[in-house]
């Protein structure tokens, strides 16, 4: 009883049936994103996304970043858990995915609070940080590539505020960071960022093996 358990199709179906609460624009949005080129890889898990919500409304947040947009599934699941006052600043490097997600945003009535920035993720945040905006945010959400996965980590640390959450996403990249022939730039940056958050004592963390891997990050 004291490891993970191996989850197939009917537990997953069980799961769903007894906690997932994804309402028709949630399973709309996931089925047209799973249906574009590589995109059922892409967008995170359904349970995922609940989980987020979940996280953004315990914590009381009422501002959050997302690192990577894709088709905005993740960016509807937390942009719903905000109060009415609440902000999502959303970075993506092409405007053409955001776009697919921006009619579901409408539908849910969450529009207003995201706000999308496009271009390259890193140049953004530093954008960021140089208008003063850093400690502004109460939680982070990791999820574009994997390769500048260090250095999104170490410009989020400064923009999240002191208490504030990171949540990091694919940490285990399929079982690639523990496969020596891995030696690909994603699974570089993926082994990269769990060093540097395992010896990072300005954090306090917690590894979880579900989904394709899942870090939360405390700023102390």
Known sequence: MASQVSVGPELLEYVREFSLREDEILRDLRRVTAE???????????EEGQ???????????ADVLEIGTFTGYSTLWMARALPPHGRLVTCELSERWPEIGADYWRRAGVQERID??????????EEMLADGHSESFGLIFIDADKANYPRYYELALRLVRRGGLLVVDNTLLAGRVI?????????????????????????DICMLPV?????????R
């Open 36 to 46: 574009l080129p590589g995109g059922e890889s892409m967008h995170i898990m359904a």
């Open 51 to 61: 989980l987020l919500a979940l996280l953004v409304a315990a914590a009381g947040v």
């Open 116 to 125: 999308v920035r496009i271009g390259a993720a890193i140049e953004t945040l």
């Open 179 to 203: 496969d020596p022939l891995a030696d690909d730039a994603d699974t570089a940056g993926v082994r990269e960022v769990n060093a540097r958050i395992r010896d990072d004592q300005r954090v």
């Open 211 to 219: 989904a394709d891997g899942i870090t939360l990050v405390r700023r």
